[in-house]
């Protein structure tokens, strides 16, 4: 063990880092493949490192940097203040989000194989989640997230354990070696709050039916919204269905594929990941 964290500590320096930290994570736990993201609440994610195979791999790493990303449930709980931990992507998810309908567009596909009910375009399929949560500051959280192809088996709880018996040791880590570094692995576009999903449906919708809609795309129940919002259940119905005529929509699907033509005309990424 101790070889194994003199191996991580001396790599920190070395633009190779986090390949040497997803190295020091398989000693302990067995997974296919892994990604690296910092998270900055309601910005776009700061790329790292991911070490999927294969040009159409590296595609679905773009189609979720560039939209995707949004309504991903680690994404949306680290927006909420997600405390450092590890947690299993489906156990971040709101309550109907398997079931939401609003998946069914062209950069989704809608699988019971997955976790969390669907799987980003050209994303690698029939894999299992954990994600290692370590807040950096008060508007930075790093995931690693490990994936492990459900064939061999889903991630046991003994494995969660193991990952939560290094995390103050990679919290250290990570610390030391993006202090360094994040300059240069910040290669995604500067985006602020005001163009994010907080001004979808500007100068059409009011601020309260927006604020339903979001939690309608996070994939929350009506019952759930009204809870959250300190609302009753009739005045949620009530605010979407005012939202829906504004937007002159009418389902799910249409509303997150407008959501979708929103991040487009707002957002425009240009990464090329280097693994």
Partial sequence: M????????????????????????????????????????????IYVFDNFVGGKAKQGIREYLQKTYALNP????????LASGVYRIRDLAPDIFFQSEFYNDYRIKVTSNEEIGYVTR???????????AIRLGPDETVEFALYR??????????????????????????????????????LSEQRTSSA???AFGEGKISVRERQ??????????????????????ATVKTHRKNAYE??????????FSLYLKHLDANYSMELTPSR
């Fill in 74 to 81: 680690f994404f949306q709980a680290q927006r909420n203040g």
């Fill in 149 to 186: 192809y459900r064939s061999n088996g889903d991630f046991s709880d003994a494995d969660l354990i193991a990952i939560e018996d290094e995390l103050a040791f990679l919290t250290a880590c990570f610390g030391s070696y993006w202090r360094r570094n994040r300059a240069s692995d910040d």
């Fill in 246 to 255: 504004k937007l002159n929509i009418s389902t799910q699907a249409q509303l």
């Fill in 2 to 45: 101790n070889d194994r964290a003199a191996r991580l500590v001396t790599a920190i320096d070395r633009s190779d880092f986090p390949e040497a930290l997803v190295s020091h994570l398989g000693e302990r736990v067995a997974f296919d493949a892994a990604t690296i993201f910092v998270h900055r609440r309601e910005l776009a994610p």
């Fill in 122 to 132: 050209d994303w690698p399929e029939g894999l299992a989640e954990i994600d290692v």
């Fill in 212 to 233: 339903v809609l979001e939690f309608v795309l996070r994939g929350y129940s009506s019952e759930s919204i009204a809870a959250q919002l300190g609302i009753s259940l």
């Fill in 196 to 198: 994010g999903p907080a």
